[in-house]
């Protein structure tokens, strides 16, 4: 192993803010790198497949590099290399879209192959995170009063400071510009340790370009459109079918596109997030032919209070205000503000100031959170479910659509109101969507009567709409399937607008009732939604094993390297115990932190929220402990911690989201503290500590994605606190018996 140069020749104010720029900037660049992945997979399906990069840049660096601040500049270099190398890849991502495009026929092997492909066109890029966070902390410690305890909390901060940082500047600048600030950043690093007149030549130059493309016009929709795909579903297809981009912002959750085409029929719009078709628009009457969807909105009667939960361009909120159908208070619940920035402001007129009418009150909040705060009741609560990539369907919006979501929809209703959900066909061909729905409502949590009806082009058999309308009192009218043909079949008229649709017909969906269905709850969300229509409950199995099997292959080889080149780290404990120990660290890390994320889903019930105030809190918690922690308090807070966490194991299906965060914030203090003690304790030698660290948090990240998935919330309560027990117990005796 390398030794240091010379003593260091950067003041300890300086290396620190070196040290922060360096973790700020890699996690603000894999963020935004991630946000773009998910336009064609979720990342979280190999997020874990990518800590192997760092053991692994970590050994190149012990083998190449000395540890001092000549070298470390040296590795920045490399690092903005590979993060070159990772925006390129980027571009190619697009040639590996196979869940989204098979998103309904997953053959588990090709999703295999795409997620290998993916991970190793980042793993160079995870390889230099490695490389420089290691020597980092190696120059860190020796610079910062010889602990890792002082080094650690600026890793912790600037990864906090990078979700933060992320959230205020994306819908603002976009994602290009993101991702050139980051190079800006590490560049801002490299200057602090430029210590000749050829480097700082190398950064100005570096500088100059990289402020020009900062300021280069449009040059965040150029790199998006190059980014996109080319799907029947993406605005490239609909661009060749005549739809010209009016629109294209960053929103909170996706990327927000409009189109326009202009023909005989009238101006129509349609909107996309992540590149993805999601809704349709005319100004006249919102939707644009004769659809299943208008039938709930008809039969509301005069003056009804309508609530429209995700109303996008406002399709549904048109309709509404025609004159035939007469409602009274229009509510237009839409998450994305990017949508309503949009169809409120620069594009009011083009679309007939759909939201400025004085009977529509617009609420721009998750919908669930909102009904629950509100008294309100309603004549119709309107679900339009769309399409949507496969990431929005497993995380962010299914805590809508599970038997509590329900529960309060049907709360919500007037004595005759009634709930119907709508969406397109293609969505639930298996029509395991429509069976667990009408399942649920009509289960005896519920006990809501359903009726559930299929329309489509008889004469092509070509499926097109899936509604289900579901009242509270049995004696409540629903539309019969020959009211319902009637409808497409009428001629237009002021009470039927758009034309018929003579081709059309409409068919009863049976659903058998089955004794062994279990309705999905808010304690296992992540299978409500369409999940269950992209991978069966076998293949995720068979994904976990598959993928648990390599990382355990690549973290036995990382180790089994490790032990044939480096020495036993810590004097009087074998190599086994030290690697042991450390992976037990970083598994904990992951698991305690994944499970405080998942504690504020429950309350936000927006898995995008719970993860940026998640992360943050309980990074900049844990890097709190990492510095206040003594010897001394060590023993009594783990105790504290350790009951803390058995209680919100125990009592998790009781617990108030904001008690459990609560009796969390113990172990996320604690938690910042295992990981600098091993490391200082390993001083001469902490590669093996690196090294198994990131086995673990591999471990942790690829369980505690799964976990929630297949066994529930709860499985994870049990997992963390064992694991944190676990850890807890390793340490107290590992330097007990050690002294």
Wanted: charged share 15%; hydrophobic share 50%.
């Amino acid at each position: 192993m390398h030794v240091a140069e010379s003593s260091p020749k950067v003041s300890a104010y300086r290396l620190a803010a070196v040290l922060w720029l360096l973790s700020f900037s890699c996690v603000v660049f894999t963020i935004a790198v991630f946000r773009l992945l998910t336009f064609f997979i979720m990342p979280s399906l190999f997020f874990d497949l990518l800590f192997v990069g760092f053991p692994l840049g970590a050994m190149f660096g012990v083998r190449f590099f000395k540890i001092s601040e000549r070298s470390f500049f040296q590795t920045l270099y490399i690092l903005q290399v590979t993060m070159v190398i990772a925006v390129l890849a980027l571009l190619v991502c697009k040639h590996y879209d196979y869940l989204r495009a098979h998103m309904f026929d997953i053959e588990l092997s090709r999703l295999l192959i795409q997620m290998g492909v993916l991970s190793s066109l980042f793993l160079p890029f995870f390889c230099a995170y490695g490389l420089t966070e290691y020597l980092g902390y190696r120059l860190g410690c020796r610079g910062l009063g010889g602990r890792m305890a002082y080094v650690y909390p600026l890793y912790l901060v600037g990864a906090a400071a990078a979700y933060l940082f992320v959230e205020l500047t994306l819908s603002k600048i976009g994602v290009a510009r993101v991702l050139i600030l980051t190079f800006v950043f590490v560049a801002v690093g490299m200057a602090l340790l430029a210590s000749t007149w050829r480097a700082r030549s190398c950064l100005t130059v570096q500088f100059v370009c990289l402020v020009a493309l900062l300021f280069t016009p449009q040059i965040d929709r150029k790199f998006v459109d190059l980014y996109k795909g080319r799907s029947n579903q993406s605005t490239h297809f609909f661009a060749r079918e005549g739809y010209r981009p009016v629109m294209q912002k960053w929103g909170k959750y996706s990327l927000v596109e409009i189109m326009h085409r202009k023909n005989s029929s009238g101006d129509y719009y349609l909107g996309f997030y992540n590149d993805i078709f999601q809704w349709e628009y005319s100004p006249v009457y919102g939707f644009i032919t004769r659809s299943l969807g208008m039938v709930p909105i008809d039969r509301v009667g005069q003056d009804a209070k309508i609530a429209i939960i995700g109303s996008g361009g406002g399709r549904q909120v048109q309709y509404a205000q025609q004159t035939h159908v007469g409602a009274g208070e229009i509510v237009a619940i839409e998450i994305e503000s990017a949508v309503l920035d949009a169809v409120r402001g620069e594009l009011a007129p083009e679309f007939g100031h759909v939201y400025e009418s004085s009977r529509v009150r617009v609420v721009n909040q998750e919908a669930r959170g909102y009904l629950e705060s509100s008294p309100e009741k309603f004549d119709l609560v309107y679900l339009p479910s769309v399409g949507g990539d496969p990431q929005m369907m497993l995380e962010p919006g299914n805590m809508i659509r599970t038997e509590d979501a329900f529960r309060v929809l049907r709360d919500h209703l007037t004595d005759n109101g009634v709930l119907a959900i709508w969406y397109p066909a293609g969505l639930d061909q298996g029509n395991i969507l429509t069976s667990q729905y009408v399942r649920t409502l009509t289960g005896p949590a519920l006990g809501m009567h359903v009726r559930a009806y299929l329309s489509g082009d008889i004469q092509q058999r070509i499926s097109d709409e899936v509604l289900i309308l579901a009242v509270r009192d049995e004696s409540v009218a629903l539309p019969s399937v020959e009211e319902l043909q009637e409808f497409f079949h009428r001629p237009t008229s002021t009470d039927a607008p758009l034309a018929a649709r003579p081709s059309y017909g409409v068919l009863p969906v049976p659903v058998e009732s089955d004794p062994a269905f279990r309705p999905i709850t808010d304690a296992q969300p992540f299978l409500a939604g369409n999940v269950q229509n992209i991978l069966s409950m076998r293949q995720v199995y068979q994904l976990f094993g598959v993928v648990a099997l390599f990382l355990v292959l690549c973290g036995t080889a990382v180790l089994w390297k490790l032990k044939q080149i480096s020495h036993t780290p810590i004097p009087g404990r074998s190599f086994a115990q030290v690697v042991l120990f450390g992976a037990l660290i970083g598994a904990n890390f992951l698991v305690v932190e994944h499970l405080a994320i998942l504690v504020l889903f429950k309350r936000l019930y927006l898995f995008h929220d719970a993860v940026v105030l998640g992360a943050i809190g309980f990074l900049v918690v844990s890097s709190l402990g990492s510095i206040l922690i003594t010897p001394r308090l060590q023993l009594l807070l783990q105790v504290v911690s350790s009951v803390c966490v058995i209680l919100v194991w125990i009592f998790s299906a009781s617990l108030g989201p904001t008690v459990a965060l609560l009796l969390l914030l113990p172990a996320a203090f604690v938690t910042g503290s295992f990981f600098p003690a091993l490391f200082d304790a390993s001083a001469e030698n902490p590669l093996a500590v690196f090294a198994a660290d990131a086995v673990g948090a591999a471990a942790g990240s690829l369980t505690a994605f799964f976990l929630p998935i297949a066994f529930g919330f709860s499985a994870l309560h049990g997992l963390a606190a064992l694991l944190f027990l676990a850890t807890a117990i390793c340490c107290h005796w590992f330097f007990r018996h050690k002294n």
